[in-house]
């Protein structure tokens, strides 16, 4: 069963550009989380879609949004870069069926550099 | 607001010797907690799982420990083996995931 996949692996922006960045889960899992992670920060929790409808939101600007297709793919798009922005980006697919068993399978992240 | 703590940025460790990476939490809601285990240019794995109903929970050389009325969580590795060098994440779940900020781990031959 192929993992989950994020594009791109890398990327480039400079400050008051937008960028998308994709995500297709593990085939059968409804649900793709995103996590931004920093040096130091950890990885802080963005949105959680399921079923096309977005579940539970972390504490982030509205700069940041995201959807989630009918085949389970996700996109997260940022607008307005800034240079805090850059970080790695964490794509995690689960079942979605909620509660303690509902296991996150992560994708390698898409690294943004915004210059 | 850090509800979950890793206060140890790295530890290093002989081969063959015990590892314990520990994490804090705030919440008492939480009800679910794990540990991902994370190699560069890799996305984190799952490790191991603990039920906040359990104290501890074994998988090979792997234990999790949780100490509610403390509020810790512990990860346990024996023997400790080169390959587990790698970043360790704490999570824990209410409704949502929660990460604390990992703890670089060196196992040296």
Known sequence: KAGVTQTPRYLIKTRGQQVTLSCSPISGHRSVSWYQQTPGQGLQFLFEYFSETQRNKGNFPGRFSGRQFSNSRSEMNVSTLELGDSALYLCASSLGAGGPADTQYFGPGTRLTVL | ?109
């Not at chain 2, 403390?70 to 990860?75: C, F, I, M, P, V």
């Open chain 2, 1 to 109: 607001d850090q509800q979950v703590k890793q206060n140890s940025p790295s530890l290093s460790v002989q081969e063959g010797r015990i590892s314990i990476l520990n994490c804090d939490y705030t919440n008492s809601m939480f009800d679910y907690f794990l540990w991902y285990k994370k190699y560069p240019a890799e996305g984190p794995t799952f490790l191991i799982s603990i039920s906040s109903i359990k104290d501890k929970n074994e998988d090979g050389r792997f234990t999790v420990f949780l100490n509610k009325s403390a509020k810790h969580l512990s990860l346990h590795i024996v023997p400790s083996q080169p390959g587990d060098s790698a970043v360790y994440f704490c999570a824990a779940s209410v409704n949502k995931f929660y990460f604390g900020s990992g703890t670089k781990l060196n196992v040296k031959p």
